[in-house]
């Protein structure tokens, strides 16, 4: 039996390929563990238009790890595993006819859909990076489903979503996977939607999404997954860690670098940790390996048909963005420095996450630990030489009054800067 998996790419440069062979289960009913059958043939494509290497001759900045070309990383997947991952320079936002053509082709049984910007404060940045972010997130994914069902190819949609979606306001209580019992006015009982309250530009493009996953799912009967994912951090799985030409991006910038990922770089280089505001925002967190799983579950357990989106919370832990700092500052000696915050967001909060239903199907989280940290600021010092020491500070901001209050914070972000034993090197 051969399965067909399409991986639309923009946000990643990883290689995207499942861990092993995976059965084809359809979820009859909701099971409580990954079902696996007999083994079967998963043919991979990638379509990607690169457009996360334009961005980065637009910022003047370079992931830390060096990424190779397309072209050479297909080579050694192919070298180090004789399997072949098809690739296609294809822009999912602008270029529907293609698209279609491709599905109608491929008939793919999963498409992961990874093809939007991803950082919110590039989404911030000006009026030019909030269009593209827009034009390019809700196109793509709109594109897709029209696609799905032009080709009447019934894939399942695997969508790298964002807890962002709920917002990081403190709601007092634990947010659920996706859907919340309500009661109306009348005392009607309802299940709905957990209400949208985006704090990016690029998160309403996720929330966006989410309401057209829904249109599609009731009027086409689109089957689709909608992980909201949380912050990410760690560098490689195992399979992008056996060859250095495999590579994932790390970000260390103020626009793309995520905030364990950055303050564990900064801390290899003897940079002051930069904490945004007081540090008291709590957000959810993920290792990169278990991204990886989580969607290899999310494609093994599609909905089954006639069933609505499907919505899970992919995050292995919460934690507040002072001690993640204060973690790190602790085994390193390098000290925390709070920054006025670039970003229009809530000073504190709490948050609980439910992951209750990943768990039932075999999700077990990695969390953040030492050994892990350790791994991360090897690759840092590895390759510190390629690190731009100005792009390190926030460099995009929420609205006019949060950019003025980084002006008159210039006394810390001017500490901002690698030791002097370092940058005279
Ligand atoms: N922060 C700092 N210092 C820094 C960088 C960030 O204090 O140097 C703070 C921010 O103010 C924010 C928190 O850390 O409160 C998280 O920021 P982040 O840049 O790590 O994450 P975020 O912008 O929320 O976005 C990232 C990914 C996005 C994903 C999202 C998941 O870029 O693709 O959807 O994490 S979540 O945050 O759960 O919505």
Same mark, same amino acid.
């Given at each position: ?5 399409? %991986?639309?790419?923009?946000? !990643?440069?990883?290689?995207? *390929? @499942?861990?092993?062979? #995976? ?5 009859? +009913? ?7 059958? =007999? ?7 990638? &379509? ?28 050694? /997947? ?14 999912? %936002? ?11 082709? $491929?008939?793919?049984?999963? &498409?992961?859909? #990874? ?17 593209? !972010? &827009? ?10 489903? %029209?696609?799905?069902?032009? +080709? ?23 947010? @659920? ?18 209400? +949208?309250?985006?704090?990016? $530009? ?7 999404? *989410?309401?057209?996953?829904? #249109? ?16 990410? /951090? ?63 579950? =999310? ?25 993640? =700092? ?31 239903? #990943? ?19 090897? $690759? ?17 901001? /929420? ?6 209050? +980084?002006? =008159? ?17």
């Amino acid at each position: 039996m051969k399965a067909v998996l399409l %991986a639309l790419a923009l946000s !990643t440069d990883a290689l995207i *390929a @499942p861990q092993r062979s #995976f059965g084809g289960a359809r979820r009859a +009913a909701k099971s409580s563990a990954v079902t696996m059958s =007999a083994s079967k043939k998963i043919l991979v494509t990638i &379509v990607d238009n690169l457009s996360r290497r334009n961005i980065d001759t637009e910022l003047g900045c370079d992931s830390l790890t060096p990424i190779t070309h397309p072209e050479v990383r297909l080579e050694a /997947w192919k070298e180090l595993t004789g399997k072949t991952i098809h690739f296609e320079n294809l822009d999912v %936002a602008t270029e529907y006819d293609r698209l279609e053509l491709l599905m109608k082709t $491929v008939r793919p049984d999963s &498409v992961v859909h #990874f093809a939007e910007q991803r950082a919110a404060p590039y989404s911030q940045k000006g009026a030019k990076q909030k269009r593209y !972010t &827009v034009d390019n997130n809700v196109c793509g994914t709109h594109n897709l489903l %029209a696609a799905v069902v032009e +080709a009447d190819c019934n894939t399942h949609v695997v969508h790298l979503g964002t807890m962002g979606v709920y917002g990081y306001g403190t709601s007092g209580g634990e947010i @659920p996977e996706g859907y919340i019992d309500v009661i109306l006015p009348g005392g009607r009982e309802s299940k709905i939607l957990h209400p +949208a309250y985006p704090g990016s $530009v690029y998160h309403t493009t996720k929330c966006l999404d *989410a309401l057209l996953f829904q #249109f599609y799912n009731k009027n086409d009967g689109v089957r689709v997954t909608d992980l909201h994912q949380g912050i990410v /951090w760690g560098t490689n799985t195992p399979l992008t860690g056996m060859d250095e030409r495999l590579t994932n991006r790390f970000d260390y910038d103020g626009d793309y670098g995520t905030v364990l990922n950055r303050f564990l770089m900064q801390a290899a280089l003897g940079v002051p940790l930069t904490v945004y505001g007081t540090g008291g925002q709590t957000r959810g967190f993920i290792h990169v390996t278990d991204t990886a799983k989580c969607i290899e579950l =999310a494609i093994n357990n599609p909905p089954a048909e006639g069933e609505g989106v499907e919505i899970f919370n992919q995050v292995a832990e919460t934690r507040r963005v002072r001690d993640i =700092a204060e973690m790190i500052s602790s085994n390193t000696g390098v000290p925390a420095r709070f920054l006025a915050n670039p970003r229009q967001e809530a000073a504190e909060n709490e948050l609980d996450v439910s992951n209750r239903k #990943f768990r039932a199907l075999g999700f077990e989280p990695t969390l953040l630990n030492d050994k892990l940290f350790e791994e991360v600021q090897d $690759v840092t010092n590895k390759y510190k030489d390629r690190c731009i020491p100005t792009k390190i500070l926030p460099a995009s901001f /929420w609205n006019k009054k949060r950019a003025l209050a +980084a002006e =008159a914070d210039g006394e810390a972000r001017s500490d901002i800067k690698l030791p002097e034993a370092v940058a005279s090197r």
